[in-house]
């Protein structure tokens, strides 16, 4: 998949901008042959297939079913797009003492972030599909919980952890 970063790549090795990670989801999100193979529709759970990775870049293709739900999380070092490709995926932004943040994005919509953000995302529709890009690649991520004294702790795991809110118990 050297096409991917066709145009888009810096040089060197600094992580790919977010206009670049918003260009390379369109790409693949426009071309189904390279992840509609690779996950089972009838599957009751959450799919997820790496579907390019290397020094710059990692590419993901979830299926999403009704109330998939990642719980909070970051990217740790890496920024990230995300292509909504059917369905619809709603974001929520951890935000302290102001309203909820959150927005819904449907089949062609896209998003992207910067490694600060602590987002959640939430599958709304019987169904979604959709395509992530991170860089520099995934490696870590944080997850995060609350304890019964309203305290945030966050749990590190590695990019193939699959995501899902957590219980302070089970933290």
Do not use: K
């Amino acid at each position: 998949m050297s096409w991917l970063l066709d145009g888009v790549s810096p040089v060197g090795d600094e992580p790919l901008t977010l206009a670049a990670l918003e260009r390379v989801v369109a790409r693949v999100a426009h071309c189904p042959e390279l992840w509609e193979r690779r996950v089972d529709r009838t599957s009751p759970r959450r799919m997820y297939a790496s579907l390019h990775r290397d020094a710059r870049v990692d590419v993901w293709a979830i299926l999403w079913r009704p109330g998939n739900d990642t719980g909070w999380h970051d990217h740790d070092t890496s920024s990230g797009a995300v292509r909504v490709v059917e369905g619809v995926l709603t974001e929520r932004e951890l935000s302290l003492g102001v309203a909820d943040r959150r927005r819904s994005y449907r089949g062609g919509e896209y998003f992207s972030f910067d490694p600060s953000r602590i987002p959640r995302l939430v599958c709304e529709s019987a169904c979604a599909m959709s395509i992530h890009a991170y860089s520099a690649p995934l490696w870590r991520l944080g997850q995060y919980t609350v304890d019964e004294a309203g305290a945030l702790h966050r749990v590190s795991v590695t990019y193939a952890d699959e995501l899902r809110p957590l219980d302070f118990a089970t933290a």
